[in-house]
């Protein structure tokens, strides 16, 4: 298959993590016979300070041009600590989310069995975790009129939903919980606001449609509690944009890592995939960021076009590494290991599952390496 990338690394440890992403889909080229086409552009901080704007309208054409994007991390604290910047990083992602029509971003939730002891939760209390969340994408208070007073006194941001925004990721969401454990939760604050009582309406009569699937609804207060307290009772949690990108934050914790948690982000033509953690720009060019979160983005890709079967070579790959400890060291503070030391492991394992780069276990445990 030919599949056309656009690969925008962006900001903080993003070029470091995509680069990884990037040997494993090569790995998969070389193992499985395909042919992907890499085309690199600048977004967000980078971009501002190369070409003046977060998304160039020349990214923004690759990525229209292309079959899948492939996303790094968007951020710089220079603009975080400036309330005053009229330009920031972010607007490039959430500007390109919007041109590409990406309304359901879907960021699944599961503990690595072998990473159990990671999680600062407790074992019994996170074993069986396996859910996804559909988050709605360009919709909601981050995209709705912004407002502030002359005297720079008061500010709002207003929350809009139409019922085509919510029916039709609503109807992804229930297509994925009926191949899954036929379980959906609605996250809203129905109990305050209209546009979660619109949802509501909305999706409970989607469910109609859905007869096999069984709906219920939670206040994202409550919700936010029960991820801590009993993540396995969630199967498909359906939610609006900035719940989506609480609880998807909140969601991570639970398996040991930020560094851990691939995303999807679909609409009707495009598709983007990147991890759900950010620029992380203290850790920027040192070599310890997390590259398995991009990794398994790349895995999400490649399922999008159907390559099931090479989708799980990487994922057994990424598995292999969390086995035999070639971890970065937010998943094990003794590792010596790099990130990109990581991401050669992975893609090693993907082109040859068996030996092609084996190790010295002794060496591994020392936390050292021997290619052999
Ligand atoms: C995410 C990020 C983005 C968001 C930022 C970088 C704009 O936090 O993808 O979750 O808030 O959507
Ligand atoms: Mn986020």
Not at 40 to 69: F, H, M, N, R, Y
Not at 103 to 110: D, F, H, L, Q
Not at 194 to 213: H, Q
Request: proline share 5%; aromatic share 8%.
């Amino acid at each position: 298959m030919n599949i056309k990338i656009a690969v925008l690394p962006g900001d903080g440890i993003g070029p470091e993590v995509v680069a990884q992403a990037r040997k494993c889909l090569q790995a998969v080229e070389e193992t499985f016979n395909h042919h992907f086409e890499y085309r690199e552009a600048a977004v967000g901080a980078i971009a501002i300070d190369k070409k003046g704007t977060p998304l160039p309208d020349s990214t923004l054409k690759l990525c229209q041009e292309a079959d899948a994007v492939l996303f790094g991390a968007i951020g710089d604290p220079k603009y975080d600590n400036d309330p005053e910047a009229k330009v920031r990083p972010e607007q490039g992602l959430l500007k390109l989310r919007k041109e590409l029509g990406l309304y359901a971003n879907i960021r699944p939730v599961k503990v690595f069995p072998t990473l159990i002891n990671n999680s600062p939760l407790k074992r019994k209390i996170i074993s069986g975790t396996d859910f996804v969340i559909y988050r709605e994408l360009t919709g909601g208070i981050y995209f709705g009129e912004k407002k502030i007073n002359e005297a720079g006194t008061v500010a709002s941001d207003l929350c809009e939903y139409s019922e085509k925004e919510i029916s039709r990721i609503a109807h992804l969401a229930f297509k994925a919980a009926k191949s899954r454990r036929k379980k959906l939760t609605l996250v809203d604050k129905a109990n305050v606001l209209e546009s979660s009582r619109l949802w509501r309406k909305v999706v409970a009569r989607i469910a109609e449609s859905y007869p096999e699937v069984s709906l219920d609804f939670l206040f994202v207060d409550n919700a936010a509690m029960q991820i801590i307290l009993n993540p396995s009772q969630f199967d498909v949690i359906l939610t609006e944009n900035m719940f989506g990108d609480i609880i998807s934050d909140e969601g991570s914790v639970i398996g040991g890592s930020i560094g851990l948690l691939p995303s999807a982000s679909v609409g009707d033509e495009n598709a983007l995939f990147e991890p759900i953690h950010g620029s992380y720009p203290q850790a920027r060019g040192k070599d310890i960021a997390n590259p398995i979160a991009s990794i398994l983005s790349a895995a999400m890709l490649l399922e999008h076009f159907g390559l099931f079967e090479e989708a799980v070579a990487m994922r057994k790959a990424v598995d292999k590494s969390l086995e035999k400890g070639v971890v970065t060291p937010d998943l094990n503070p003794k590792s010596r290991y790099g990130t990109s030391y990581v991401g050669d492991f992975i893609a090693h394992n993907i082109v040859d599952s068996e030996d092609s780069f084996r190790m010295n276990d002794e060496n591994i445990d020392l936390g050292k390496s021997t290619i052999i």
